[in-house]
Structures are given as structure tokens and as C-alpha cells.
């Protein structure tokens, strides 16, 4: 896979998503209602969140994203088809009916490889795009009530993103007051101060890759996550993906520091084999450390630990 530039060391923040930065799955299975020791009633009301984002996740990405078209084709990134796409036109690509079949040939491979460039083009539009008149409104007020209903969940995962892109890092990974940037800068800030450190936000699902952006996008991340990088762990693992992430964002520079955010043993085993610090978001159990009481400076001082150790 193909490097990013590595002369800024920077700093990678590896989110999981799914219970990490959204509530979903754990509406559905009940998970949620346990751990926050929910009456019937309120029980009643989070599957009933969770049955209406499962419907709308599901008919969003078969139709609008193509799903229904390549799930037996699903990859671990869109950067895994990219060598197979010539960057030849897609005005006049018929996407309605791809026809792929397994084994791909080199020709169904770029047939993949042209849809998952169309998706990118999808996602840069946004959610609005893709929702029209009643679905819309439907999408709009089902997302206000699940963040209402999770106590500023859904804020709070936008509200972390944004300063993990936007906040300026002093020389040993912390906060400083003193510097601030616009979304994805690396200009100088106020007085002229320089940029220290490039700020770079990675996502990692364990779901598959067209309904994980699918998810992005309905949940409203999309300002602060680029396509080109979510990863699916579906099928390779937690760690392999963090293998890639490493690969890809540290290159040779050995000063590229990351950081793993998640919810499940599987991204906390996987950053621990990768000496990344690892901090881990809960609900219920430890209200603490749910997501809308985590800061960002929670984990700026686990970079600063790891540095100061080094």
C-alpha cells in the first residue's frame, strides 16, 4: 500500500467506530439497556432505535451506495482496489448492474475499483445528498433521538473527532491553549506560531467497508474522516489493519506516534502489540469513560506518556 509523506512525524488517532464513536449495535442486542440498567420501558425504546438505524443503514447501502451489488466482493480499504483503477471517466458508467463474479477478472477488478471511486464521490456529497424529502426528515430526527436518548453520545463522537483534527499539539503530544487550526490545517497559528504536529484521524471497523461508510456519513463523521481512511477488520483483524495504518502514515519516520481508541479487547490486544497506548471508552460499568466524558486531553497525555518513556 502507498505511503503517506512522512517528514512531519505527526500524530494518528486509530478510532474504532461501533459502540466506540455511535451507539448502534448495542440497541439492538440489548447490550446498551444492560450495562445502563434500563427499565422495560426505556429497553422498548433503545431496540427501537436500533431497529430503525439498522433499516435505514441497510437500505442506504444497498441502494444508494451499491452494497447489494459487491458484498461478496467487500475489501479491507478502497486504497486495496486503487491499483486497479486507470482513472478513465465514470460520466457515462453504468453502475446499475456490474455483473461481478468470482474469480474477479481484471476487468471485474476495475469494474470494483471504478465503484468504490464512485462511492468516494458519493461520500464527498454527504448524507443530504443521498436523502430526500421524508427519509430525510426521518434520518434527521431518528439521529436527534438517539443522542438525546444516550445521554450526548452522538455530539460527543463528532465533538472528540473535531479536536483530534483541530487542536494544537505541543512537542510532547499535549494540548496547548495557546494554538488553534481549522479543520485539517497545518498553517501557522496565532503570532505566527509554527505547526507542530500533524494530526491524522483513521478508522477501523469491524463491520464491512461500504455500510461502515454508509454508517460514517448517517452519523454525521464525514467532515472528519476521509474514505480513503476507514478499514474494515472483517475479515483480516484488528492488527493487520493497524499493521497497514502503520505502514501507510509512519513510512520510515519512526517518530509517527499513534494513538487506538475502542470499546472491544480485540483493538486493545492489537494496539498493545503495536506499543501504541490504547485508551479504552465504556458505558455503564465505568461512567467515566463514556464518550461524553472523555476529553481530548485524555488521550494527548497517554501520547506524552509513551514519548516521555522513549
Not at 191 to 199: A, D, I, Y
Request: with cysteine; aromatic share 8%.
Amino acid at each position: 500500500m502507498k505511503q503517506e509523506e512522512a517528514t512531519d512525524p505527526g500524530i494518528v488517532f486509530v478510532w474504532d467506530l461501533d459502540e466506540t464513536l455511535i451507539i448502534f449495535q448495542s440497541l439492538l442486542t440489548g447490550k446498551y439497556a444492560d450495562l445502563e440498567g434500563l427499565d422495560e420501558k426505556r429497553r422498548a425504546e433503545a431496540l427501537k432505535l436500533g431497529e430503525q438505524w439498522e433499516k435505514l443503514i441497510l437500505d442506504i447501502s444497498d441502494t444508494a451506495m451499491l452494497f447489494e451489488q459487491v458484498e461478496e466482493f467487500d475489501q479491507p480499504s478502497i486504497g486495496h482496489v486503487a491499483e486497479n483503477d486507470d482513472g478513465a471517466s465514470l460520466d457515462d458508467f453504468d453502475f446499475g448492474e456490474l455483473n461481478l463474479k468470482k474469480p474477479l477478472t481484471d476487468a471485474g477488478k476495475q469494474k470494483l475499483a471504478y465503484l468504490y471511486r464512485h462511492i468516494q464521490a458519493l461520500y464527498a456529497k454527504g448524507a443530504t445528498h443521498l436523502l430526500t424529502g421524508d427519509k430525510r426528515g426521518e434520518w434527521q430526527g431518528l439521529y436527534a433521538a438517539t443522542d438525546r436518548f444516550t445521554k450526548g453520545w452522538l455530539f460527543a463522537g463528532r465533538r472528540l473527532l473535531a479536536e483530534c483534527a483541530t487542536a494544537r499539539l505541543n512537542s510532547s503530544g499535549q494540548t496547548d491553549p495557546n494554538r488553534t487550526a481549522g479543520p485539517g490545517s497545518d498553517s501557522a497559528g496565532e503570532g505566527g506560531l509554527p505547526p507542530l504536529g500533524k494530526r491524522t484521524v483513521v478508522l477501523v471497523s469491524s463491520g464491512q467497508l461500504i455500510p461502515t461508510l454508509t454508517k460514517c456519513l448517517l452519523f454525521r463523521l464525514d467532515p472528519w474522516i476521509d474514505p480513503a481512511n476507514v478499514y474494515s477488520s472483517k475479515v483480516v483483524g484488528k492488527l493487520q489493519c493497524f499493521k497497514w495504518i502503520r505502514e501507510r502514515f509512519g513510512g520510515g519516520n519512526a517518530e509517527t506516534r499513534f494513538c487506538a481508541v475502542g470499546d472491544g479487547v480485540e483493538e486493545q490486544a492489537a494496539a498493545r502489540m503495536m506499543s501504541w497506548p490504547f485508551l479504552r471508552v465504556a458505558s455503564g460499568l465505568d461512567p467515566d469513560m463514556s464518550l461524553p466524558k472523555i476529553r481530548l486531553e485524555q488521550l494527548t497525555d497517554l501520547l506524552a506518556d509513551v514519548k516521555s518513556k522513549t
